[in-house]
């Protein structure tokens, strides 16, 4: 079975603006909630041999996670209006949304200096630069497995810098908030549902249509748990 298109161009645009509006409607309440100064401030560090300025900067949980969504929102007004761009614009919503969670979900597990930080972000978006390129390939050779193989190995070095934190966090006892440990597994797991899915497209095994529905439901499903954290953590009681 080859993958196919969605059904009808009508039915296609409704997709992707219901999408568009659900995703905006979640960076709305996560806007909200940075305006009304109930998020919490992450803080960005230098180090230099010299000694370097420390903590020099701060991320508003609730607005960075709003910026997440309303890349997802732009990206699929934009292929709601020009469908023929859907794999290039998907491509980049993906990359800035998987770069940017790992960005955040680092900071909340206790990565504070910057270099890695931006390490984090940019081979997670780099990743799926690999994805999109192998997706680009006629089906015979989009089956191929390790183009694949190497997005995979690149995209997990992230996230083996946050469970390194999170264990010297635990055996040091100084551990991040459970829930931030709760959500950085479901995140994960998210994010491991999307290679999933994207694999099975590549073989043939679901459709156009099929994959950009679970591909929604996995990018509102991230948006709706970095929101949960946002929310949790301005909370004291969250943080027990």
């Known amino acids: ?122 081979v997670a978006a780099a990743a799926i630069g690999v994805l999109w390129l192998q997706g680009r390939a006629p089906l015979e050779r989009r089956r191929s497995a390790w183009p694949y193989s190497l997005g995979a190995a690149i995209a997990i070095v992230p996230w083996g810098v946050v469970a390194l934190y999170q264990v010297v966090g635990l055996a040091l006892g100084a551990a991040p908030a459970p829930l931030v440990r709760v959500l950085t597994i479901v995140v994960l797991v998210l994010a491991a549902a999307l290679w999933l899915v994207e694999r099975r497209w590549q073989l043939g095994l679901l459709t156009d249509a099929h994959a950009e529905l679970v591909r929604t439901a996995l990018t509102l499903g991230t948006g709706i748990a970095l929101l949960g954290l946002a929310v949790g953590l301005a909370r004291p009681s969250a943080l027990l």
């Open 1 to 122: 079975m080859t993958p196919t298109s969605v059904a009808t161009p009508a039915r296609a645009r409704t997709i992707e603006l219901l999408a568009a509006a659900a995703h905006l409607v979640v960076a709305i309440a996560l806007a909200t909630l940075s305006l009304g100064g109930a998020s919490i401030v992450l803080p960005v560090a230098l180090s230099l041999p010299a000694g370097g300025p420390g903590a020099f900067a701060g991320v508003d949980l609730a607005a960075a996670v709003a910026a997440v969504l309303l890349v997802s929102a732009a990206a699929r007004a934009t292929v709601a209006v020009r469908p023929e761009r859907g794999r290039a614009v998907r491509a980049l919503e993906l990359s800035q949304i998987s770069g940017i969670t790992l960005f955040l979900v680092a900071q909340l597990n206790g990565v504070a200096e910057a270099g890695a930080l931006i390490l984090c972000y940019a």
